[in-house]
């Protein structure tokens, strides 16, 4: 039997569920796994320690570029360790193995295909003839076979492994919990990689399938009984979209059997009263809804997001009625729009009294319908190697300027703030996104808004070294002014 080394660039918390099940699936074949971490130290210790047969990589966009280096490493230690890559990266830009000593990638789903690709390795069969596997060879002879049909019945996956990362990462310590209820997502959003994975798989399945509510009870609780769980994060694309059957047997079944508060994410306008009440009789304990764009236009045309401003508006006074914490996702600085549209989403969020929000700053993916436009358009030249992991990074678009570029990132960073205390919108809309550095906002943790001393804020000015200097009481009383116009939400609150 092989010995699989996983390879993950670093440790966040969040559960990396897709080499947890890509583990489970080479033990279910009898195949031995391992796990390095490229932030814990040298990946050739690991190489020398562990000597496996095969290094598996699972990479988004972005991230991709540091696998392939890691890839190149262990070429460099032993050429005859195969290699394979696989996840939304090489699913949408398969051409990456043209290019990169790869020895295979998987594109698409892995569940059939991953055990069959090293059961073949392990007898020295044929990697070139398996469905949803690309190497050199089949792509250089035109003999790629189809892609396999999607998985339909979830149920018969093994459970997560999550010893593989749990062992060895302060994950094991860390008491929220990832999982997934689900795959897919029938929406059409240009700037999300599902509806080039629906392209991709037209014909070849339903547009989603998700577990039956007992095998999510079943693998929770021996998740509960194995590791210290305070919390589940429910990571679906859409957790659910009505009240049905099967949302009444969640309600009914987790808080008797599990009885763990849990977040999940859904459309604002999917939400019903009902949903969320049923939810909230579950435990939810915070729901996340993303608006993407504050502007019609913008979401509804080139975001295909197909919701009104009154749909959002009312899903999130819904949740505020019922005491549910909220998140939200917010993109800036999308092509052919500017800092105003960017704004506009802004206050959107302070409207929607969001408890918590982010704002991305856009990237392009290969594969998506966003990601075309951009390039076809001129505002990015394709080059995915180059594009950053953080999304509050620079944009990498060239339809805007540096000083656009520089308000979208202190705005990415300062939305979240502005969301905590919205009184500080006027002031961030007028000064602190224009400042060439952000050094930050000095509030004052211990009081609430109404207890706070407002006749003195500060602001960093321009001077190198942050020095930070009193705004003019008239300029102070016109921010206020104008500040209270976009949260009177939250001052009746």
């Not at 295909?113 to 390795?121: G, I, V």
Request: hydrophobic share 35%.
């Amino acid at each position: 039997m092989l010995k699989v080394l996983f390879v993950l660039k670093s440790v966040e918390y969040i559960d990396p569920m897709g080499i947890m099940l890509l583990s489970s699936l080479a033990k279910q074949a009898g195949h031995h796994t391992y796990l390095h971490v490229l932030s814990d130290g040298e990946m050739v210790d690991t190489l020398e320690r562990v000597r496996p047969d095969v290094v598996a990589f699972s990479a988004k966009t972005g991230e991709h570029k540091y696998y392939l280096e890691a890839n190149r490493a262990v070429k460099a230690f032993d050429k005859s360790i195969v290699t394979i890559m696989g996840g939304p990266h090489t699913t949408f830009f398969p051409g990456t193995i043209d290019y990169h000593d790869l020895d295979a990638i998987c594109v698409g789903e892995g569940d059939d295909a991953w055990p069959e690709f090293l059961n073949a390795l392990a007898r020295g069969g044929d990697i070139h003839g398996i469905p949803n596997i690309q190497t050199k060879l089949n792509r250089a002879e035109d003999r790629i076979l189809p892609l396999r049909p999607k998985k339909a019945d979830l149920d018969r996956l093994p459970y997560l492994d999550r010893d593989l990362v749990y062992r060895s990462t302060r994950l094991r310590r860390f008491p929220m919990r990832s999982y997934m209820a689900g795959r897919g997502c029938p929406y059409p959003c240009t700037y999300c990689f599902n509806h080039a994975f629906r392209a991709v798989y037209r014909g070849k399945g339903r547009l989603y399938n998700r577990f039956s509510v007992e095998r999510i009870v079943a693998e929770l609780k021996v998740l509960k009984a194995k590791y210290e769980t305070q919390f589940i994060k429910f990571y679906d694309d859409i957790f659910v979209f009505r009240y049905d059957e099967w949302l009444e047997e969640f309600a009914e079944k987790y808080p008797r059997e599990i009885g763990l508060p849990f977040h999940c994410l859904v459309r604002a306008d999917l939400l019903t009263e009902p949903m969320l009440l049923a939810l909230k009789n579950a435990g939810i304990h915070s729901i996340s809804m993303s608006i993407e764009a504050g502007n019609d236009e913008t979401r509804n045309k080139l975001l295909k997001r197909n919701m009104s401003k009154e749909q959002i508006t009312a899903a999130f006074d819904l949740c505020h009625k019922h005491k549910v914490p909220t998140f939200c996702n917010t993109i800036l600085a999308m092509p052919g729009t500017g800092i105003k549209e960017d704004i506009e989403s802004l206050d959107l969020n302070v409207r929607c009294r969001v408890t918590f929000g982010e704002f991305p700053v856009f990237h392009p993916y290969p594969g998506t319908e966003l990601g075309r436009y951009t390039v076809e358009h001129g505002y990015f030249d394709g080059d995915y190697d180059r594009l950053h992991m953080s999304y509050q990074n620079e944009s990498p678009l060239t339809c805007f300027s540096k000083k656009e570029k520089l308000m979208q990132k202190n705005l990415s960073l300062l939305g979240t703030v502005c969301l905590w205390q919205p009184w500080l919108r006027g002031i961030t809309v007028k000064w602190l996104i224009r400042l060439p550095v952000f050094p930050g906002v000095l509030p004052r943790e211990s009081l609430s808004h109404k207890d706070q001393d407002l006749s003195s804020p500060v602001i960093p000015n321009k001077h190198p070294q942050g020095h930070l200097r009193k705004l003019e009481p008239r300029t102070l009383q016109a921010l206020r002014r104008e500040s209270a116009l976009y949260c009177p939400t939250r001052t009746r609150a």
